[in-house]
């Protein structure tokens, strides 16, 4: 076991100007479950290789434990990778396939068979250990990939995208089985995904990146109740996260036609950049509905200072009712003031739902908005 440091890594790809992964900083922690997240291109991979040594790293360094392995061949960085393909040999039983990396070290064939069956016991697979890989579901397979890294007893796993073979319903259970596994094993892990389910729900921590850039590393709860910017907030989330760029009043924001409480902090900091809006963020299971069908968590306050006549809050008209069973989440529109209409959705009670056409009056719940500067994207104080 060992911990992994990411110390201003670089990667240029050759023929290139802008670095595919630039000055990535993080330290990951032994016998931690780190998760790299992020849109296709955003470095993943590339980030995953060089700690592999499959990829040049062109600035900074990479750590593991007390070693420099910047420049160490793959073969003595004492990591084992699982790839997305799971890059089975084909002709060889799925024992072979399991032991393989340890016959060509050399390893004894008695030591070899005990490794394999063990691991094999591990991920269920002892059943099938002299089968081939084509006669072996989906979901077998991907266990396979999984056990010849285990039987190698690394100091680090490396794992990109090893679910996205997979069915939904795999995805799922199989996502359970590896976080379980690598928590029972202690092995230090990175493990790449594009799918932000996947990272928040099996990572220790968590690792946003976005064109080749670190947005944030932090454990999947701060992540969802603090993200540093407009980017991991909108990223991080499903429904994501409803942005709403709106003007900047006395004491707080104007939202729709009420007044929501913002901190002073944060509106200084606003006015410090010079802005005159701010964009706020407000998660669909954060709004109350003010009126009529569809009431979630209780009335809300009214917060209007300028109406007494109409309910509190932004109107939105309903567009679509996405029906979950406990939940349902209302997709629909709205006017905030300027020129344009804008998408909210909204999360309601799923045994009372709006109907489409309907119009709800919704208000941010005032302790859970998210403030970004609309200049920068940078999350404002608190
Ligand atoms: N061998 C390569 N040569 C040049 N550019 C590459 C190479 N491999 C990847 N890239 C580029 O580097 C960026 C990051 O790629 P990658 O790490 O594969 O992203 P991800 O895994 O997050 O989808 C992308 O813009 C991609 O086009
Ligand atoms: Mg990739």
């Known amino acids: 076991m060992a911990t992994v440091t990411y110390d201003k890594a670089t990667r240029v790809y050759p023929g290139t100007e802008k670095p595919a992964v630039d000055q990535l900083d993080i330290a990951i922690e032994d016998g931690e479950f780190l998760v790299l997240v992020g849109p296709s291109g955003c470095g993943k991979s590339t980030s995953l290789r060089m700690l592999a040594g499959l990829e040049d790293v062109n600035g900074g360094a990479i750590r593991i434990g007390d070693r420099d392995v910047t420049h160490l061949p793959p073969k003595d960085r004492d990591i084992a990778m699982v790839f997305q393909n799971y890059a089975l040999y084909p002709h060889m039983t799925v024992a072979d396939n399991m032991g393989f990396a340890l016959k060509i070290a050399g390893v004894n064939k008695s030591e070899i068979r005990q490794k394999v069956e063990d691991a094999a016991k591990i991920l269920d697979l002892t059943e099938y250990l002299s089968r081939k890989p084509k006669a072996l579901s989906g979901g077998q397979r991907q266990r396979v990939a999984m056990g010849r890294a285990i039987v190698r007893e690394p100091q680090v796993f490396l794992m990109d995208e090893p679910l996205s073979n997979l069915d939904a319903k795999l995805r799922v259970q199989t996502r359970t089985q590896i976080a379980g596994l690598q928590r029972r094993l202690g092995i230090t892990t990175v493990y790449v995904t594009h799918d932000q389910v996947e990272a928040m729900t099996m990572g220790d921590r968590v690792a946003v990146l976005k064109d080749g850039l670190l947005q944030q590393v932090d454990s999947p709860r701060n992540m969802y109740d603090r993200p540093n910017n407009l980017f991991v907030a909108g990223f991080i989330g499903s429904p994501a996260m409803n942005l709403v760029e709106v003007p900047i009043t006395d004491g707080g ?48 306050k009214s917060l209007s200072k300028e109406s007494k006549d109409a309910p509190a809050g932004l109107a939105v008209t309903v567009n679509v009712v996405e029906e979950l069973g406990a939940d349902g989440y209302v997709y629909g529109t709205t006017d905030v003031g300027g020129a344009d209409k804008k998408d909210l959705v909204v999360r309601v009670n799923g045994r009372r739902v709006p109907e489409k056409g309907s119009v709800l009056h919704v208000v941010p719940r005032p302790g859970e908005l998210h403030v970004f500067s609309t200049s920068t994207g940078e999350r404002l104080a608190d």
């Open 253 to 300: 924001v104007k939202f729709g036609n009420s007044v929501v409480p913002v901190s002073r902090e944060a509106l200084a900091a606003a006015a410090d950049k010079g802005d005159r809006t701010v964009t706020v963020g407000v998660r669909p299971e954060h709004f109350d509905i003010a009126d009529g069908e569809g009431g979630g968590e209780g009335a809300a």
